[in-house]
Nanobody
């Protein structure tokens, strides 16, 4: 089974930065993609960023474009989400996810097969 282990969440002041990490283990089809989603209280889970593993193609939600950066380290099987200029509305549980079909460009959570447990990011005003 594919396992995703997240780290890096916590409390941060508005305007600050946080980097989330997600380490993948287990077997998965070649050509897969990794992504980040988030879910705030009372809201639906929403797409944040995706990356094509082999070549590093990326896709971002409009709400985070220019502030967040998704990247990966092939040797470590780890994907990162660098979050800068954080706003209170960024407060959410952040989930790491993997798409076995490589749909890094998709904003739909239904295109992702594997999920981490989530990590809380709280941005204070």
């Amino acid at each position: 089974q594919v396992q995703l282990v997240e780290s890096g969440g916590g409390l941060v002041q508005a305007g600050g930065s946080v980097r989330l990490s997600c380490a993948r283990s287990g077997r998965i089809f070649s050509g897969y993609a990794m992504g980040w989603f988030r879910q705030a209280p009372g809201k639906e889970r929403e797409f944040v960023a995706g990356i094509r593993w082999s070549f590093g193609n990326t896709n971002y939600a409009d709400s985070v474009k220019g502030r967040f950066t998704i990247s990966r380290d092939n040797a470590k099987n780890t994907v990162y989400l660098q979050m800068n200029s954080l706003k209170p509305e960024d407060t959410a549980v952040y989930y790491c996810a993997a798409s076995s079909l490589g749909k890094y460009y998709s904003g739909s959570r239904y295109d992702y097969d594997y999920w981490g447990q989530g990590t809380q990011v709280t941005v204070s005003s």
